[in-house]
Structure formats: C-alpha cells, structure tokens
C-alpha cells in the first residue's frame, strides 16, 4: 500500500513538474512573439504590445478591409488594425482594456456586423493570455464557472490547441502591416441576398455597453462601421442602427454602396472584400473618419 501511494505521489509530482515546464515555456514563447501575421501573432500583439492613435476592432472584415496605411494617410494618425478571425465583441472588449493599460486612443472604430451574434465563436484562443493579459484574467474569473477557473490552473489545459497556432507562426508566418492582412484572390461580381435572421447576444450585449462606457470615461470617439457583404440582414442593420442613434455613435454604413458590387474583382467571398476591394473600402472609410472627427 505504502509503495502504491509513493508511485501515486511520484507520478502526481512527475505531471506537475511538466505542467510547469510546458506553462514556463509557452508563457516565454507567447509573450515574445514576433509582429507576423498569424492568429495568435494578432492576438498577442493586440493584447500586450500595440499601440495607435486609432484602433480597429473586429473580426476578420475588420483584419481584411481596413488598411492601416491609407487610413493613417487619410487621418493623418497612426492606426493599429486588431482584428481577428472569428471573433466576437467580448474579444473587442478585452482587446480595448488591454490597450487602455498602456495608452488613450483617438478613436475606436468597430467593425460591428455579426459581433453580436449567438455562440462564443474563438474567444477560447485567448486562454494562453490567461494570468497575462489582465483582462483575459479577469474575464475568464468573472464570467465562467469554477471547473473552467480550475482547469485553467493547468499550463497543458491553457496551452492545449496553441502549439500548432505558435510552430506555424514561427515557421511561416508572413510580415505584418500593423494588423491588416490581403485576401489574395477574387471573385466575379454578384447580387447582394436580403436576410431578416436577427439573434443578438445578450452577453455581447453587456461588453458592448462596456465599450461605450470606456470610450466615453476616456474621451475616445467611437465609430461603428458595417462593411460590405452579400448577404444583408436588414434586421440587424436597423438594430444596429438604432444602438447606434440610442448612444449617439456615428455609424458608417458600406453595405449598401455600389462601388463594392458594380465591378468584377472587389470582393475575395461573399464577406471579404479583396485587396483592391479593401483599397476602395479603407479610402472611403478614411474619408468618412477624417469628417467625423474633425480638424
């Protein structure tokens, strides 16, 4: 028996010692992640070291569409493009926290269409920030339940699924233009689709007051954007619409233009826009921005 629970105490002390090690070197690696363009590069980046006088939240619409350098020419200021694929207005939140932790942006523009759709979409890709990134720890200690607290406590548990996201980013990653990446590629040109599917989040919900609350607390101008797509779901629109009438936020709408749907090439998919596309996009945007907020 006595053999039986030092074996016992052996292996325990064996799995620990190699959570340790795994947690010591992810921990390294993750918070010394070159500016690549990469999931986890993006995510790193946007939580712990970039900074702007603008910043771009959203998901993939917003890392594809908004050229940081046009709109910085345009603007005249410099402009940090945070989004990732996937992801949702919770990631929003914590990436503007987080930014808020080492300086006060300008303006905040989110790329709000589908970020307050049901489903927790890649939110879990930020585990590896946990006891890191400050908001993350707090999120995940405020807003999920004790067992996912206690799995979090394990290094295999947070890193699990992120050693895949790292090898592929030291590997081969492409250079970065502060968050913006192209949609290499195109499409034909099509017909835009009507939808009426309205679902909003209610826990999105919350961290898009939160949002709002930041920016007025920090004196940030906040701007929405609807970029353009086929599908056009006109209940969101109008509720968006309304949110953004309700807290007085300037909305530029892009669905809706024909510039983006008169012309062959602009479009990568039905939601992407191709790099000429985004050329057209970050301009028009820029335009709009640089009225919004002033000389």
Not at 36 to 52: E, H, M, V
Request: charged share 20%; net charge positive.
């Amino acid at each position: 028996m006595k053999q039986l629970f030092l074996k016992a105490v052996a292996i325990l002390a064996l799995v620990v010692a190699i959570d340790v090690a795994v947690g010591s070197a992810s921990r390294y690696v993750c918070t010394h992640l070159s500016d690549k363009q990469s999931q986890i590069g993006s995510i790193q980046q946007s939580l712990l070291r970039k900074t702007g006088d603008v910043l771009v939240l959203g998901a993939s619409c917003a890392k594809y569409h908004y050229n940081p350098q046009i709109l910085g020419d345009s603007l005249q200021l410099t402009v940090q493009n945070s989004g990732v694929g996937g992801m949702n207005m919770i990631y929003c939140d914590l990436v503007l926290q987080a930014y808020l932790e080492r300086c006060r942006p300008q303006c905040v523009v989110v790329d709000i269409y589908g970020q307050l759709d049901p489903g927790e979409g890649r939110l879990p890709r930020v585990k590896p920030f946990y006891g890191i990134s400050q908001p993350v720890t707090s999120y995940y200690d405020r807003e999920t339940d004790w067992q996912q607290r206690l799995k979090l406590c394990s290094a295999l548990y947070r890193y699990n699924g992120t050693f895949d996201l790292l090898f592929r980013h030291l590997l081969n990653a492409p250079n970065t233009t502060n968050g913006y990446a192209v949609k290499a590629g195109a499409v034909a040109r099509f017909d835009t689709v009507v939808v009426r599917n309205l679902k909003i989040d209610t826990v999105k919900v919350c961290h898009l007051e939160n949002i709002v609350a930041l920016c007025r607390q920090h004196d940030i101008r906040l701007v929405f954007v609807l970029s353009p797509r086929r599908h056009h779901d006109v209940e969101q629109e109008a509720w968006l619409a309304d949110v953004c009438q309700h807290y007085s936020i300037p909305l530029i709408n892009e669905l809706h233009e024909p510039v983006y749907y008169s012309r062959d090439g602009l479009f990568f998919d039905d939601s992407h826009l191709s790099g000429p596309g985004a050329t057209i996009f970050s301009q028009r945007v820029g335009s709009r921005l640089k009225a919004i907020l002033g000389p």
